[in-house]
């Protein structure tokens, strides 16, 4: 295994994510295309840490914190789009103008 | 190295196979018009990443990725979806922007320049599949990065006590 064919797949799956992020409406599924990206994202630590075979285990050690924080991100993100929703009763971005000049 | 001589390792096939599975379920939850689909081959994509992690070794990620991403964050989503009666029906009109070519044009771009600036550095780069266990990965997580550590858990003890705030129902309403 090369490093490279991680590293195309990471940014095929990145740029999957990008396109999900600029192009849905539902909030929801606005989430579930940054959760991709964070996959992406993920793939890349874990096979430069394959890579380098440091002893601090960096690589694992970076991809453990950022499914932690992607957990904490779409507990909040959810709670957000909740809250919009039973104001607003509609989970679409485009409505959200409330803070457009 | 030529694509003869890399098709010949059958790690590489077992790569292929599981990267074609990625990809392909990744498109179905960004195009798909049903909501529910689209949560559901999260499922597969990540699943994929899981395979793609015990290749390379991280056993102890892997797994993680299945419980946390899977078991838990899916679940989520799928809760989500119920609760904001998102379209679930087979044709929900305004899922998507109508404007899909702008968007497809950037995500386009940003692969080719995320591709290009990545693999131009490490040309031939060999990884191994060398396994870090939960062993390895417990020593270190709790001597050298017990500060991140612990940052990390107060982070998602203050996402969990603000996700219960914001979604609570107000009781002065």
């Not at chain 2, 992690?53 to 989503?77: H, K, N, Q, R």
């Amino acid at each position: 295994m090369i490093v490279n064919q991680f590293l195309i797949l990471a940014a095929l799956l990145f740029s999957i994510g990008v396109y999900g992020v600029l192009v849905r409406r539902n909030a929801v599924l606005v989430l579930l295309s940054v959760e991709l990206m964070l996959t992406a994202v993920n793939i890349n630590l874990v096979a430069f840490g394959a890579m380098i075979q440091d002893t601090i285990r960096s690589g694992s050690v970076f991809a453990l914190f950022v499914i932690t924080v992607a957990a904490a991100e779409v507990g909040i993100g959810l709670a957000i789009v909740l809250l919009i929703f039973r104001n607003r009763s509609s989970a679409n971005v485009d409505e959200l103008d409330l803070m457009k000049w | 190295m030529s694509f003869g001589e890399w098709i010949a390792e059958p790690e590489n096939i077992v790569f292929l196979v599981i990267a074609g599975a990625m990809v392909g379920a990744s498109l179905v939850v960004v195009l798909s018009r049903n909501v529910v689909h689209a949560a559901l081959m999260l499922v597969v994509a990540l699943g994929g990443s899981a395979a793609l992690f015990l290749l390379l070794g991280a056993e102890f990620v892997a797994w993680t990725v299945v419980l946390v991403y899977i078991g838990a964050v899916v679940v989520l989503f799928l809760f989500g979806i119920m609760i904001t009666r998102a379209p679930t029906g087979r044709d929900p009109a305004d899922l998507d922007h109508t404007r899909r070519w702008p968007a497809a044009l950037i995500a386009l771009a940003v692969f080719a320049t995320i591709a290009t600036a990545t693999t131009m550095a490490f040309e031939d780069t060999e990884v191994t599949g060398d396994v870090v266990g939960a062993e390895a990965l417990g020593d270190v997580l709790f001597s050298r990065y017990v500060i991140p550590f612990e940052v990390v858990s107060f982070v998602l003890l203050a996402a969990l006590i603000g996700g219960i705030v914001l979604a609570r129902k107000d009781p002065d309403r």
